[in-house]
């Protein structure tokens, strides 16, 4: 950077005082300065010239690299309407650990009509703050020579997971593309997304990829590279979930040549203004807990809803609960642990929590807002992974020493807008109900109740963070981890230390809430197999993608007036700045009127997103479009069908009436008369289900009765639109009960229910 003069200004509205580049706080008021570092993505080689400082506030440091020298202030806003291929990132944004999000758009005056420069937040890089340089974070092709067997192969692993939601918004080419394919340490990020042409590229392209990589792969894993990425290219390997189980069994092998030391501290406190702590963790407050000797770690966070009528209450039932549940999946040796069943189990005990809290409710006949309830985040370690599943707005960061990252998507208005390509993030969480949540243990039967779980591979030393928005609000993570989670991983700081340091930032900084914070010091130690791990491909496998995923929940059922989560009516509230208590009956009258029509015309729509969205067919909940059936002649990915007849598929292989399946692809088919080819997933038979999980009643005895769990095998089929049309099948619509429904498939939005509290 060759601008000397630039100043970065302190974003606390009361002070603005200008400050050097170098510092960390404001010189004026200590206000934590934030370094937003931006990336410009613009056609030709860069933006601007280094120090060159553009619409009075983005600096130039280099090519196109930006640092917003006014953080406090909300870039422009893009128009989403015209432009459309931005919807692709904000629909990613259960993907922002990988997928870079919106921060604005910079207008430029230079000549050129209406140039636009969309910007993003957050680029891999690596920066110097001491002499303010920086530079792009590694190209993946490039770092991968230097990387251990278990980063190359979390590597792959990571690609793995993103093709398909990738593929559905159309920029699958991004995981092609080397120069946007970058890491961080052990991430791979996107420096920003790559269009697909007309055609989207298939896993045969992606093998074709992976396979450059075979000659700088590491001895341990040269031959497992070299397999997978042919068995992509000849079709052995034909979906992504089976491309997942492979590298899983890889991942497996080389775990067993990584120690993990494990140590949990939690901390809760009740804060400066509150009478009563809602909060609950485990472990019990100023405990420690060491894996070894401890056989589990598992660490968990709840933030109870209902003031007196019970947060307490609720948040310390699901803690009891779960813990029982937990204690009976990790008696099982690592060995025999299936990763998907795993996350099944545990959605199964947060089910089995929501609904001893809900029958509670009912039992008291609570109703509105006298239901307790409460938000939940968990962290278990297992061997060489980390689990982690999620409901309401208590979140999970991930701290290495290259970055912090928050893992969770908050269940509140905000998150949800972004997902369905309404508004970017820093502007949805500047409207009045943008905390306001959408789901919270508790509030009704689990069948209604989606709960987002995904696992990490962990290759080097982290800190996980599970904390209560007593700490996160107003982003006091992202402001102190660097001075105070950081110093855990080189060895400057004791975890409880550390725990009691952010309570009391919480409780100065913030001050409006409970605090409940459990950090969780993963460190390991590796050493290269001198075996060589072998490729097993399964002929069956789980269908069930692990990763972190969008769920669009039901209509806001929560609202955090004053920052303090309670429960309101089931109704959307109105986007104000009044506080929600205030407002006068007639208006939840009205939004009640507007939000019915608004779910309603959600309902009409082909609900796919994100992970089978079409990007030119998202709903626009301001303009009322006509419904259009499903039919076979326009199937779309993530679609489901009925069989009603008995289809043969060849080789003395058939398929009975009654099963379901799931539309994973369409294209078009050699033969002109044979119509469309349709590769479908074999996903549900009534007659021939089998729980999970059969090893632990507690949990198959849970799953509701009209719900039908994905069997413990599934395969992927290859059918022609005229045998679909002969054979005759049942397409089901949006709002039907989706067998198929998986941890990438969210359902379809469910009508809100009647309005019953008090007004």
């Not at 192969?153 to 080419?173: D, R, Y």
């Not at 472990?283 to 056989?295: A, D, I, N, R």
């Not at 089998?690 to 992927?716: D, F, G, H, R, V």
């Amino acid at each position: 950077m060759e601008n000397d003069a630039a100043t970065l200004y302190c974003p606390n509205e009361n002070c603005q005082a200008a400050n050097p580049l170098t510092h960390k706080f404001c010189q004026r008021c200590s206000t934590p300065l934030p370094k937003n570092y931006l990336w410009a993505v613009v056609d030709g080689p860069s933006v601007g010239s280094p120090g060159e400082i553009l619409a009075d506030r983005y600096l130039v440091l280099e090519k196109s690299v930006l640092l917003d020298t006014k953080p406090g202030l909300l870039a422009l806003r893009p128009e989403l309407d015209n432009l459309q291929p931005l919807k692709a990132y904000l629909r990613l944004i259960p993907y922002r650990l990988h997928v870079p999000q919106v921060y604005g758009v910079l207008f430029l005056a230079d000549g050129l009509p209406n140039r636009e420069i969309l910007l993003l937040e957050k680029p891999p890089l690596l920066v110097d703050d001491t002499i303010q340089q920086v530079q792009l974070g590694s190209e993946l092709t490039t770092a991968w020579r230097d990387a251990t067997s278990m980063r190359q192969l979390n590597w792959l692993w990571q690609i793995a997971h993103l093709w398909q939601p990738l593929v559905s918004e159309g920029v699958a080419s991004s995981l092609l593309d080397s120069y946007v394919l970058r890491v961080e340490g052990s991430l791979v990020r996107l420096l920003e997304l790559r269009f697909d042409a007309a055609t989207s590229p298939e896993l045969p392209q992606l093998g074709g990829f992976w396979q450059q990589l075979v000659s700088d792969a590491k001895p341990a894993i040269a031959e497992f590279v070299d397999h997978i990425s042919l068995s992509l290219i000849q079709g052995e390997i034909t979906s992504t979930d089976q491309l997942i189980t492979v590298l899983d069994g890889g991942l497996a092998g080389l775990g067993r040549s990584q120690t993990p030391t494990i140590k949990i501290i939690t901390k809760t406190d009740t804060g400066p203004s509150r009478q009563r702590n809602e909060d609950a963790c485990s472990p019990p407050s100023g405990t420690l807990v060491s894996k070894p000797p401890q056989p589990t770690a598992l660490a968990i966070v709840c933030d109870g809803i209902g003031g007196h009528e019970g947060g307490n209450v609720a948040s310390n039932l699901a803690i009891e609960t779960i813990q029982q549940q937990v204690q009976q999946l990790t008696k099982v040796p690592y060995d025999h642990i299936d990763p998907s069943l795993l996350l099944n189990d545990l959605e199964k005990a947060v089910a089995i929590a929501n609904d001893k809290i809900s029958q509670r409710n009912d039992g008291e006949n609570r109703q509105g807002r006298q239901r307790m309830g409460t938000t939940l985040v968990m962290a278990l370690p297992v061997a060489h992974e980390m689990y982690i599943t999620h409901v309401g707005d208590s979140r999970a960061y991930w701290i290495t020493r290259h970055g912090c990252y928050q893992v969770t998507l908050d269940d509140d208005v905000a998150s949800r807008e972004v997902r369905l390509g309404y508004a970017i993030y820093r502007e949805a969480v500047q409207q009045s109900a943008a905390g306001s949540l959408v789901q919270a243990l508790g509030m009704g039967p689990s069948t209604s109740l989606h709960p987002t779980s995904g696992r990490f591979m962990l290759d080097e030393d982290a800190v996980f963070l599970l904390t209560s928005d007593g700490l996160s609000d107003f982003d006091r993570v992202e402001e102190y981890w660097e001075t105070e989670i950081l110093p855990i991983l080189v060895g400057e700081a004791n975890i409880a230390n550390v725990a009691d340091r952010l309570v009391e930032i919480a409780n100065v900084k913030n001050g409006h809430d409970n605090v409940t914070v459990a950090l969780v010091h993963y460190q390991v130690q590796y050493w290269e197999p001198e075996i060589t791990i072998k490729v097993v491909i399964p002929e069956s496998f789980s269908a069930k993608t692990v990763d972190f995923t969008s769920r669009v929940a039901d209509p806001t059922l929560l609202d955090r007036p004053n920052q303090k989560t309670q429960v309101i009516p089931d109704t959307e509230p109105a986007k104000t700045r009044i506080p929600l208590q205030w407002i006068v009956p007639l208006v939840f009258v009205v939004a009640a009127g507007f939000l019915g029509l608004f779910v309603k015309q959600l309902r009409s729509q082909s609900w796919q997103f994100p992970f089978f969205s079409n990007p030119t067919t998202t709903p626009n909940p301001t303009i009322k479009a006509t419904p259009v059936p499903r039919s076979l002649a326009n199937l779309s990915p993530g679609w489901v069908i009925k069989t009603n007849n008995q289809i043969s598929l060849g080789n003395n292989q058939s398929l009975p009436p009654g099963v379901f399946l799931e539309v994973i692809n369409t294209k078009p088919n050699p033969k002109p008369t044979s119509g469309n080819s349709v590769s479908m997933r074999v996903c549900g038979n009534k007659s021939t289900q089998t729980p999970a999980n059969t090893s632990n009643p507690a949990l198959t005895s849970s799953i509701p009765p009209n719900s039908i769990p994905l069997p413990s095998t599934e395969k992927t089929v290859l059918l022609d639109l005229s045998q679909l049309k002969r054979f005759g099948v049942l397409v089901l619509q949006s709002d039907t009960p989706n067998p198929c429904r998986t941890v990438t498939q969210p359902p379809a939005i469910p009508s809100p229910a009647p309005d019953t509290s008090p007004t």
